[in-house]
Structure formats: structure tokens, C-alpha cells
């Protein structure tokens, strides 16, 4: 909030000092575009920059299934990592195209181009899951920081039960 106040103060005193002392059209221009951009660019930064994020909220939980034997050699694993940052897991959905005795899986990918991905793994984990936190931006006094929250998602898996796949090139 302060910040497109500042804003709208630096314009107007633009405006004044362009109006008093200026007296040529193409000065006169540039101190009007000069004006806009200032206006924009604090609208923007006072609208949907954010200067303090509240707590993290649980949004989702999901239990986590081991990969596949075509994705994975042996054992259990629960997550596997590619060369390029991409997590792959393994969970159950409940969809239409299965029968009443079946079981339906889907094999789901994230990067830390969704959120910031954390791997924890604890040798008492019994369940595995991927637990997705939202961290919602807060109004402050500077900013409204609307629209902006962190996401972050937790893999909490029991220890060795990630795969890491890194190529050396």
C-alpha cells in the first residue's frame, strides 16, 4: 500500500517540477511517460509483490505406491529422481475406468519449477507420502501481495527408498 503511494507521490512531484519549470513539448513528453511508467511499475509492485508470506497450511496428502518393476530394478522405492530435477511417484486414484475389484494407479511427476521440493526420509516412516503445503502471501503495509502463495511439496518416505538416476555427461 505504501508503495503505490510513494509511487503516486514521485509522480505528482514529477508532474509539478515538468509543469513549473518546463515549458518545451518534448520534455514535456518524456516527463509524462516518465510519470506512467513510475505509476505502473508501483501499482504493480504495491498490487502483487509480496513482503511477508503467512504460515503453511496442509493441502494435500497423498500416499505414496512403489514404482513399478519397469521403472525400478529391486526393492521398494517410493520416489525416483531424474537427471533433470524431475521426481516421479507412484499413487491411488479412484476413476471410472476401473472395475468394482480393481485398483487404479498413476504414476505423477513434479519439479522445482512447481514448488520447493523437500525429501525426508526417516528409517520409522511406515506410510509413505508426498505432503503439499500452501503458503499464502499476507497484506502488509507496503504491499497486498495478491494472488502470490508457495508451494511446497515434503516426499516423507522410509530411508533408501529413493532412487536417484544422475548422468554424467
Request: aromatic share 12%; charged share 20%; net charge negative.
Amino acid at each position: 500500500m505504501l508503495i503505490i503511494i510513494i509511487g503516486i507521490i514521485i509522480c505528482i512531484i514529477i508532474f509539478c517540477v515538468s509543469f513549473i519549470f518546463i515549458k518545451e513539448k518534448s520534455s514535456c513528453r518524456l516527463s509524462s511517460r516518465l510519470i506512467t511508467i513510475i505509476f505502473i511499475f508501483s501499482l504493480a509492485i504495491g498490487l502483487f509483490f509480496p513482503t511477508k508470506f503467512g504460515e503453511s497450511e496442509l493441502v494435500r496428502q497423498t500416499e505414496l505406491v512403489s514404482l513399478s518393476n519397469s521403472t525400478v530394478s529391486s526393492g521398494n522405492v517410493f520416489v525416483s529422481i531424474s537427471g533433470e530435477e524431475i521426481y516421479t511417484y507412484r499413487h491411488r486414484i479412484d476413476t471410472e475406468f476401473g472395475t468394482e475389484t480393481s485398483t487404479e494407479y498413476v504414476t505423477s511427476s513434479i519439479s522445482h519449477d512447481d514448488g520447493n521440493i523437500i525429501e525426508s526420509e526417516d528409517i520409522n516412516c511406515k506410510t509413505p507420502v508426498l505432503l503439499e503445503y500452501m503458503t499464502k502471501s499476507k497484506v502488509t503495509i507496503w504491499t497486498f501481495g495478491f494472488g502470490v502463495a508457495l508451494t511446497d511439496y515434503v516426499f516423507y518416505v522410509p530411508e533408501g527408498t529413493i532412487q536417484k538416476d544422475v548422468q554424467l555427461k
